[in-house]
């Protein structure tokens, strides 16, 4: 649903106006002043603003100005009864979307909305298509320049993209500066046949920019001089006694924006070398697969990475969770429990039950279960409560009742590999839900039922045969794998073998299709569990279809997020806040990551762009239920996932920030307020919102 702000100060017309946009199906906030609209906009993410210009304080084109400050990107539309020149000037160079003269028909009105939104969905789409393949080729190229015997390249373009920041360059040029700084350096060091064959793949503006370095001469545009300062200032190294600035210039009078040259020295200072979200994640499941294929030592070695030695993450816990699996080392299972208490209740929480698995310590179990009913998770926390009661050798049945609930049945399934043996001892000893639990256990193991296919999407794209897991080798490659993926996402389906073919190997449509054929065997083969005899296809090929077919045992955390977020937005647009804010206990514990991490695909990065933005507009909204309610701890856990998956939402620091004051934790108030000026200094060249402005004042008054 778009979100629509109207900014006018004739009351009917704004009433008008704002049940034309309600009755199309548009979130509607008004205004009747400029101001009023520009903090509306500082506190909350608009799709589109609808301004009136004159009135009396701030006017429209000024209120469009701020607004756009703050939220790059939004649609304008601009409503007048008469205006200057000076007017119509102003709009043009704020690049108002449309432009609308009273009286106007309320059919011309909602064609413009309809249109100037459509033109923001686009080149939202666009900006983060560009933005995810950017990224991929940055990776890329860093990864070939660490072939060579020198780390400028890699140097260069950090330094590269400090200038930038300091400077404010928008996000997407500062990537494409970054990458031509390396493809750039790299040539220099000796990698021009390493890079050679990635120049065709290069943006254009890329290209460009690697040529006019080359080249560079006396009044080239900034973003050229910021590639050269960068590439020259890491090749030049530290000057005793004298500034980069005035080494740069000396050796090149005049040729460099002084501005260029402040920003430099501003930035000149040695920086920790950090590893992204994308590039954690990425060698965590390379771990897991070397895991997985029986490789335990180049597993290890993966795992001896920036993910142990850096600020606590998600994927760092994960990795020395993995260490201790792989080498039985208790002391690294605690540490891993120590560092996911800094990063938040649910990720504390669900490492605490792997700790005591891997420790046998049930006190960490214990905790686990006093955190999940303090967020009224109650799946969640019976797991605990049966883990710890497996670990003391007791009995916990009602743990086990609330597991055996129809929507529990996946949670129960996780606990498969540790509880079988309780399980059975209490059977003997007459425990009725230890007899129903194996019974519903029993059914996947069945000789004439094939065992739950298990499909996990968040996060790397990992498939397991009841309890086997899918490895690396099993799917012969990437394309293999993926194509699953595809299938899996859209069950019962029917996918055009030809768009198919299309999509994966689109240089040769003939050996696209053979290929497909292939691929269409490996699934069929790798997708059957070697313990079960049984005839049946996951699958399916019907002429010139193909489908995953629904009809056998499969659950899919994909499917369950989509289920469970339509449910939400049910519950919370009827008012039922109680069991709407219930559904997070099963919504956050499957968000292990993005959708589809590290593919690349079209198809997947529009998904991944449209699932993420539906699932950021609900956690924001049980995250606000939740504040509204006192659940302040869950308002808390909703902020914090979505900073996962945008850690630039200043409505998520908004949330996190009135949930600690609401606690009495002005100083994580204040903590919070750091973080995501550091953040947005860094990732958008921008100062936060005048709410967290206030919100910042709140908290040292308070303390």
């Known amino acids: 649903m778009s979100r629509i702000l109207l900014l006018e100060d004739d009351p009917g017309l704004r009433s008008v106006l704002q049940g034309v946009l309600e009755d199309e199906g548009f979130s509607v906030q008004i205004a009747a002043r400029g101001e009023e ?62 432009y609308l003269r009273k009286p106007f028909l309320a059919e011309d009105f909602l064609e413009s909305v309809h249109r100037v939104l459509s033109d923001v969905r686009q080149k939202r789409q666009h900006n983060a ?76 503006t890329v290209r460009d920019l690697v040529e006019e370095v080359d080249g560079l001469q006396e009044g080239s545009r900034l973003e050229t001089q910021i590639a050269a300062v960068a590439i020259e200032a890491t090749a030049l190294g530290p000057v005793a006694g004298l500034a980069l600035s005035r080494a740069m210039e000396s050796r090149h009078p005049g040729r460099f924006d002084p501005r260029l040259l402040q920003a430099l020295d501003a930035v000149d200072a040695p920086v920790e070398k950090e590893c992204t979200a994308g590039r954690r994640q990425a060698l965590l499941s390379l771990a897991r697969a070397l895991e997985a294929g029986g490789d335990p030592r180049n597993a290890a070695l993966a795992l001896a990475s920036p993910l142990l030695t850096e600020q606590p993450s998600w994927e760092g816990v994960q990795a020395l969770l993995s260490r201790a699996r792989l080498h039985r080392q208790i002391e690294l299972a605690d540490q891993a429990a120590a560092q996911a208490q800094l990063l938040g209740s649910t990720p504390y929480a669900a490492t605490c039950v792997e700790t005591a698995l891997l420790t046998g310590n049930a006190n960490y179990a214990r905790r686990a279960s006093e955190l999940y009913a303090q967020l009224r998770f109650p799946a969640q926390q019976a797991r605990a409560r049966l883990v710890a009661a497996v670990l003391s050798n007791q009995t916990d049945e009602e743990a086990l009742t609330v597991l055996l609930a129809p929507e529990n049945q996946e949670v129960l399934m996780r606990c498969t590999p540790w509880c079988l043996t309780a399980l059975r001892t209490w059977r003997q000893a007459g425990s009725a839900p230890a007899e129903r639990a ?32 899918v490895d690396e080798k099993s799917w012969r490659s990437q394309k293999v794998r993926y194509l699953f993926a595809l299938l899996a996402s859209q069950p019962g389906r029917r996918f055009v073998v030809e768009q198919l073919v299309e999509d994966f190997w689109p ?34 090929r019907q002429g010139e279809f193909l489908q995953f077919d629904r009809q056998w045992p499969y659950w899919h955390d994909l499917e369950e997020l989509e289920r469970m977020m339509v449910e939400a937005s049910r519950l919370e647009s009827a008012g039922q806040w ?53 659940r ?37 108030a204040v903590r919070q307020y750091d973080q995501a000026r ?18 910042r004042q709140r908290a040292l008054i308070n303390l």
């Not at 903090?39 to 701020?66: K, T």
């Not at 059914?443 to 990992?462: C, D, I, K, N």
């Not at 499957?590 to 699932?615: F, I, K, N, P, V």
């Not at 947005?680 to 402005?693: D, T, W």
């Open 578 to 630: 109680e069991p709407a804010l219930e559904l997070l206990g099963r919504i956050l514990p499957l968000l292990r990551g993005t959708y589809l991490e590290g593919c690349y695909h079209q198809w997947a990065l529009d998904y991944r762009m449209s699932l993420e933005q539906r699932l950021i507009a609900i956690l924001r909204q049980l995250g606000l239920l939740a504040l509204q309610h006192q």
């Open 507 to 540: 240089e040769n449509i003939e050996r696209g299709r053979k290929n497909l054929s292939q691929a269409t065997s490996i699934l069929r083969k790798c997708l059957r569990p070697s313990s079960f005899a049984g005839e049946f296809d996951y699958v399916a």
């Open 678 to 695: 550091k953040v947005l200094r860094k990732e958008l060249g921008m100062e936060p919102s005048i709410m967290l402005e206030e919100l």
């Open 632 to 668: 302040s701890q869950q308002s808390q856990e909703c902020a914090s996932a979505i900073l996962r998956f945008d850690p630039c939402c200043q409505d998520a620091y908004s949330l996190s920030m009135k949930a600690c004051l609401l606690e009495g934790r002005a100083e994580m």
């Open 129 to 204: 298509r560009e933005g995810e393949l950017s990224k991929a080729l940055v990776i890329a190229v860093e990864s070939l320049a660490r072939t060579l015997k020198t780390r400028d390249p890699i140097e260069a373009a950090e330094l590269a993209a400090r200038i930038c920041a300091r400077l404010g360059v928008p996000a997407e040029l500062a990537t494409a500066i970054r990458l031509a700084t390396l493809v750039a350096t790299a040539q220099r060091a000796g990698g021009d046949e390493l890079m050679h064959g990635l120049m065709g793949s290069l943006p254009v």
């Open 37 to 98: 609209a520009v903090l509306q906009a500082s506190d909350s993410a608009f799709d589109l603003i609808v301004a009136d210009i004159r009135m009396e304080g701030m006017d429209g084109l000024d209120a469009l100005a701020h607004v756009q400050k703050q939220t790059p990107g939004i649609g304008t539309i601009v409503i007048t009864g008469y205006s200057s020149e000076a007017d119509s000037v102003r709009a043009v160079k704020l690049g108002v979307g449309d």
């Open 438 to 469: 194996l019974q519903r256990l029993g059914r996947e193991v069945e000789e004439q039922q094939p065992p739950v296919l298990r499909m996990y999407s968040l996060g790397t794209f990992e498939v397991y045969r009841g309890e086997e897991m």
